[in-house]
């Protein structure tokens, strides 16, 4: 699917800006080192703008400039590094900017409009936006006032449409299962229920093939509400045996009990959305409960989101660097650019925005941890294998 807009005037870039807004995830550097090179190899100035799109906003609290000329020295070793050399804002949206009030509170203020009158002040051509939905939103409307922009598909939830993946995920996946890994011995040895809470606001995705790689018997997610009592009856039944006394429990930052909701840290504030956590502290307390079993709850949280891009993130986001570029070039306008293999395909950010990519209940990750005899919490114990076939064995 080609779901473009071209540009009428694609020959006259000379300088474009990229940034990167929201959460950080592996990979980010590996998007900046390819587009610097890219646009380079176009003879383009390319900058940086920094945390964001503070740079630009509250140039004051940059004495070096919120513009950071990006060249191929500078980002000559970067690639492989995670976190992001922009720096990276989840407060920074033009159009609902939070300022701060006399009483303590905040408000929004929308600078969008001057935020576009700074790109042309600059004589900022275009700009690359890598991000999750958030910043791919600000995107799409920045986009709308007139400003060339290509997006870059980014989160570690992977729950952006339209592409097959989004970089970082794997790297948050990887490391999670090591975590998984590592507490199955400590799980083993004391007999315990480990419940391991990871990222992922509104999908699934970490929890589901991190559990599945780590064997977890329970995995919970947004997805599909819980029934905390088929949990616990899942767990009993399969410590009841010799061969396995203890479980892994993998949940997701917004997994929900049935009937009820996610667990907040923080709720939403101006300019802010609301923030998740805690959700694997309660699972565990419920489980102690109802199993009568020793429990620990695990949060990996920002622990997934930092270290080193895996050599996938990192490819990827070598690959979106220079699609984005390449895009510019073809003369692209208001797209992402999206893995759809063997190509590399340019979706209007309108489309690439309009929903999430959940965990559906035929997924074949689903299908594949009930085969398993994973429980999600939704299916009575012991008939998760043949769930799926609708029969129960003896
Ligand atoms: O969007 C990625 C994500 O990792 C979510 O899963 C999580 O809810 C959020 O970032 C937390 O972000 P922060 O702590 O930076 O506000």
Not at 128 to 138: A, F, R
Not at 263 to 284: F, M, Q, T, Y
Not at 298 to 312: A, D, I, K, N
Request: glycine share 12%; charged share 25%; aromatic share 6%.
């Amino acid at each position: 699917m080609n779901l473009n807009r071209k540009s009428e005037t694609m020959n006259d870039i000379k300088r474009i800006a990229i940034n990167t807004g929201g959460g950080d995830a592996p990979g980010l550097n590996a998007v900046i080192h390819a587009a610097v090179h890219a646009a380079r190899n176009h003879g383009w100035e390319i900058f940086g703008i920094r945390d964001g799109f503070d740079g630009l906003l509250r140039p004051e609290n940059y004495p070096d400039g919120g513009l950071m000329k990006l060249t191929r020295p500078l980002v000559r070793n970067i690639a492989h590094l995670g976190g992001t050399i922009l720096g990276t804002s989840n407060y920074g949206n033009p159009f609902r900017l939070r300022v701060p009030q006399p009483d303590g509170s905040f408000r929004e203020i929308d600078r969008s409009d001057e935020l576009v009158r700074s790109f042309r002040e600059h004589r900022l051509d275009a700009l690359i936006s890598i991000g999750g939905d958030g910043s791919l939103t600000i995107a799409r409307d920045l986009n709308k006032k007139g400003l060339r922009v290509i997006g870059v598909p980014k989160t570690i939830d992977n729950d952006l449409e339209s592409t097959m993946t989004t970089f970082g995920f794997d790297s948050a996946v990887s490391f999670a299962t090591e975590c998984i890994d590592r507490l199955h011995f400590t799980a083993e040895s004391h007999r315990r229920v480990m419940v391991v809470e990871v990222m992922g606001r509104y999908a699934g995705w970490i929890a589901l093939h991190a559990g599945i790689a780590g064997r977890a018997d329970a995995i919970l997610i947004p997805e599909i509400p819980y029934d905390i009592a088929k949990v616990a009856a899942h767990i009993k039944h399969k410590t009841a045996g010799r061969d396995r006394q203890y479980s892994i429990v993998v949940v997701a930052e917004g997994a929900k009990p049935l009937g009820g909701g996610v667990k907040l840290k923080e709720a939403a504030s101006a300019g802010h959305v609301e923030r998740l956590g805690g959700v694997g502290e309660i699972v565990a307390d419920r489980l102690r409960e109802l199993t009568g079993k020793e429990t620990r709850a695990v949060v990996l949280g920002h622990l997934l989101r930092g270290g080193q891009p895996t050599s996938l993130d990192r490819s990827l986001g070598l690959v979106f660097g220079a699609a984005a570029v390449r895009a510019l070039v073809e003369g692209h306008d208001g797209v992402m650019v999206a893995l759809n293999p063997p190509r590399i395909d340019y979706v209007s950010l309108k489309v690439a925005t309009a929903k999430l990519k959940l965990v559906a209940a035929d997924d074949y990750g689903v299908m594949t941890a009930r085969t398993l005899d994973i429980s999600f919490g939704d299916a009575p114990v012991s008939s998760i294998s043949t769930y799926v076939m609708g029969r129960r064995e003896t």
